[in-house]
Structures are given as structure tokens and as C-alpha cells.
């Protein structure tokens, strides 16, 4: 018997936005639901005081992939932000990522050799470690020691909720050193936010899909599958088999937001707190993603917490106790031929919002030459 439709698409972030947009362009009959009051995912931004506040964390576009570049420009036209943090660490003010004016500031240094030679005078103190068995031990040797306990040390920790000591070495294989005064976080081609926001974006590639809100799909998953030929799942993998190996581990983060009555607040998009003494990690100025010039500016601060009952799933542990959980899930995912996973929860891994779209056009592309 003929099913009303040809995909139940599980969420509306990035991922299942640009499937369900590329499968109707194909003729094909889509239903997306989302349990939130709102599409967009986590990358969901909402106009306050003229500002698109991004809700969920900053997001910032970056690819060297010049069809993903074109194809997220075709639905709304992107502007030229280009990512360059602040590190603030007891009041002082460094440059990110690391590069000649974080080496200056930190040293006094003014060329590239003489950054070089401080940077090699700070790793020899540590030649002892051949075997690095922490993330402290690791970023020593990489940098030394004013560059990790500055700016590594005290963000690291908050952001992993425990010491560095506790942190397998391996989250840190290098440290990008750039010895030119370049303060462009990404290396890649292209940069920039979408001109009115990224709700703007998924609005446009979900114009002729049918979307239903505040649909939690687990509360009556049996029938809701039973509508479509397949199913295109983008929440938590481990929840999709009812936790039946154990919950996958994620970092989440808490949010406070302030309203100020006040042009501008920190004159930069983001600022990063490296100590650990202060609990949050960042502050973002959302309107200088758009260079707003409004009257107020509405700053949010992020805390990094655990992930607990109730809290949004942020970013993925890919310690070794996890990736061997997600193994067995993802095994179970392979035996499921007519359900699609896709996405950072559905795949526990940190995507990019680049890699996504390209994950994404891959599997439409896979499933039109079925």
C-alpha cells in the first residue's frame, strides 16, 4: 500500500532541511517534524532588538569547498564576517588565533624569528616529556608554557569540565602557530554569516515542505514511521535505540543573555576567558556578526556543562569508551535500510555546518541513483 509520503524527515537543522529541500525539488513528497517551537536546529537565530541572536551558540560559515560555498548562496546571500577572537586572560587582551600579534602581545616580539626562537626556548624546558599522557603534557611540548597557561589551559578545562591532567593528550595533536599578523580564525576560502540570519537560510530551503512543529517523534514513533516510505533520522543515535548499549556521552552548554542599553559592548563578536576561575567560557556580541549598528546589543555568555536529562546535546565525547558504544549503535543503524542517519547526534561527530551540507548532498545524491 502506497504511503503518504516518501520521507519522514526527523528534525529541521541543516541536515535534514536540505535533504527534505533537495528530495521535494526531486518530485519527491516529504513531512518534517520537529520537537522544537521553531526550525533551524541549533543553528536557529531569532530577531531581538533588530539583532539576530544566534540561540544556540555562534555559528560562522567556513568552507574551501566552492559548491558548498554557492549552493548555501543560493538560498540567501552571505556576508563577508570573518572570525577573529579575542582571548581575554586577567584583563589582558590576545589575538587568536595564535599568530604575530598574540606573540607580541604575549613576548614583545616584532618577526616572525624571533617568535620562533621564544616559542623553541619554551618547548626545550619540556624535552624531558617523550610520551605525553595528558593534554597538559601535550600542549606543553607543542607551545610551552606562557601559551598553554594562558590561553589553553584554564578555556580547556571549562570546556571539558575537568582538569587537564584528566584529558587524553590526543585532543591536542598540534597547535596551528602562524607567523604572520593574520587574525582570521579559519584558514578556509570562504567566511561569512547569512544576511538575515540563519533562520532566513533553512526558511528558504524548507519553502514547500510540509513542517510540523512541537511533534516529539518518539512519543508515537510506530505511526509516525508508518506515513512515509523512509525515515531520515538527525537526533541523538543512542535515544533512536532507546539507550539499549548505554548513553553516548556530549558536552552541553548553558546560556545567559543580556539585553544592554548600549551600542556596543566588547567591540568584537567573540571573546574567549581563558582562566578557570571565571566559569564561562565566551562572550558573544551577536550583532557584530552583521556589523549592526543598532541602539542596544544583546550579549550571551556560554557555560560548558554535562549533559543531563533534559539538556541539548552540543558536542560529542569522542573518547574510546564512546566511539566503541557508538560502534554497536551504528551496527544496529546498518541493519536499518529504509532509515537514514545523518548529522552531528545521529553520527556522534563534530561536523562543521560545511560538512554537514556536504554530508548531506552526498546521501541525496546516494539515494537518487538508488
Known amino acids: 500500500m502506497q504511503k503518504e509520503y516518501d520521507y519522514l524527515i526527523i528534525g529541521s537543522g541543516l541536515f535534514g532541511s536540505i535533504f527534505a529541500h533537495e528530495m521535494t525539488k526531486r518530485g519527491k513528497k516529504c ?18 532588538e533588530g539583532i539576530n541572536v544566534h540561540k544556540y551558540g555562534a555559528h560562522i560559515f567556513h568552507t574551501s569547498n566552492k559548491e558548498v560555498w554557492e549552493y548555501v548562496n543560493s538560498f540567501v546571500e552571505f556576508n563577508r564576517f570573518t572570525n577573529s577572537p579575542i582571548a581575554n586572560h586577567k584583563g589582558k587582551l590576545y589575538n ?5 600579534n598574540t606573540f607580541y602581545q604575549l613576548w614583545g616580539v616584532k618577526t616572525p624569528q624571533e617568535a620562533y626562537d621564544k616559542i623553541e626556548e619554551q618547548r626545550a624546558e619540556y624535552k ?6 595528558n593534554l597538559e603534557e601535550q600542549a606543553l611540548i607543542l607551545g610551552g608554557k606562557d601559551i598553554y597557561e594562558k590561553l589553553i589551559k584554564g578555556y ?5 569540565g575537568r582538569s587537564a591532567t584528566e584529558i587524553p593528550a590526543f585532543i591536542i595533536r598540534r597547535l596551528p602557530f ?7 580564525y579559519f584558514n578556509d576560502t570562504y567566511q561569512g554569516i547569512p544576511t538575515g540570519g540563519y533562520t532566513a537560510l533553512i526558511e528558504k530551503m524548507l519553502e514547500g515542505v510540509e513542517v510540523k512543529l512541537n511533534i516529539d517523534y518518539f512519543s508515537d514513533k510506530s505511526y509516525l514511521d508508518s506515513l512515509a516510505e523512509k525515515v531520515v533520522y538527525t537526533g541523538k543515535i543512542d535515544e533512536y535505540f532507546d539507550y539499549q548499549f548505554g548513553h553516548l556521552d556530549y558536552r552541553s552548554l548553558r546560556f545567559e543573555n543580556e539585553i544592554l542599553d548600549q551600542p556596543n559592548y566588547q567591540g568584537n563578536a567573540v571573546v574567549n576567558y581563558t582562566e578557570r576561575a571565571i566559569p564561562y567560557t565566551r562572550i558573544i556580541e551577536h550583532k557584530h556578526f552583521e556589523f549592526g549598528t543598532q541602539p542596544k546589543t544583546y550579549i550571551t555568555k556560554e557555560y560548558p556543562e554535562d549533559m543531563t536529562e533534559g ?3 552540543y558536542y560529542p565525547i569522542n573518547d574510546e569508551r564512546n566511539q566503541q558504544v557508538y560502534q554497536n549503535y551504528k551496527t544496529l543503524a546498518d541493519q536499518l535500510p529504509n532509515v537514514i542517519f545523518g548529522g552531528r547526534l545521529a553520527e556522534y561527530k563534530y561536523y562543521d555546518m560545511h560538512q554537514v551540507v556536504e554530508k548531506a548532498l552526498e546521501v541525496v545524491k546516494s539515494e537518487v541513483f538508488i
Open 128 to 133: 624531558h616529556i617523550t610520551d605525553p599522557q
Open 31 to 48: 513531512l518534517v517534524i520537529e520537537r522544537r517551537n521553531h526550525i533551524a536546529g541549533n543553528i536557529y537565530t531569532e530577531n531581538i
Open 156 to 160: 580547556t578545562e571549562k570546556q571539558w
Open 311 to 313: 539538556k541539548e546535546a
Open 178 to 184: 602562524r607567523f604572520t599578523f593574520d587574525n582570521n
Open 96 to 100: 587568536l588565533p595564535f599568530n604575530m
